[in-house]
């Protein structure tokens, strides 16, 4: 006889910074989430023309800025505090959709995000401290979009105790060559452990760095994932 699988399947909500759905993170979805979840999408920019997102979430001097791709593979640059209002809109949009578990597919800092009964998963507060306990004494280097994001950076890692080093190639614009060059920068500058720090660097993207470096490379979205379908089981 036939055994019955009792899983429950989990809604849960995606919200990227970018345009859903993002193609790029897809296969990870699909290998990860997709076998136990019903996954829903939702973007910041859904529906946004380019002079529009300037206009409405552009940064202004000095600001912490965050990157992300639009439908087209387009690459734009966002005020942090602008999108994180943005971001709460669609968490409370998740949660009339009936989902469960909330991922933000972006692994800056956010300090004023809220969920009401949905999980809210930022996985800034997750794997940040997780690589930091497991890197130990290592020092870490961090493969960043921009170089702009480096002092934020130092401080967010440094606040749980990790030396870090910092090489920036954006997933959505750098070549094959400068994302293999940062990695070599990294392992020169002393680094023993790589993090793709950006949702949107791929499987792909952490064998270029694996190959280029000769470290260890983690992947930020692969580990979410891999961590969210315990929820699942």
Known sequence: MERSDSRQRVTIGLITIGQAPRTDVQPLIERWLAPCADVIQLG???????AEI?????????EFVLTTRLADGEAVVLSAAKTELAMQRLIDECERQGCQVIILLCTGAFRHLAAERAL?????RIL?????????GTQIGLIIPLAEQA??????????GASITTAAASPYTATRERLAAAAQELRAAGAGIIVLDCMGYTLEHQQIAREASGCFALLS?????????????
């Open 54 to 62: 300037e206009r409405e979430l552009g940064p202004q001097q000095g």
């Open 151 to 160: 002092e934020e950076m130092r401080q967010k890692w440094g606040a749980f």
């Open 221 to 233: 979205s692969s580990l979410l994932f891999k961590l969210i379908t315990e929820l699942c089981e």
């Open 44 to 50: 910041v920019l859904d529906g946004m023309a380019v």
């Open 128 to 136: 940040t401290p997780a690589i930091a306990k497991l890197a130990g």
């Open 120 to 124: 809210l998963i930022e996985p800034e």
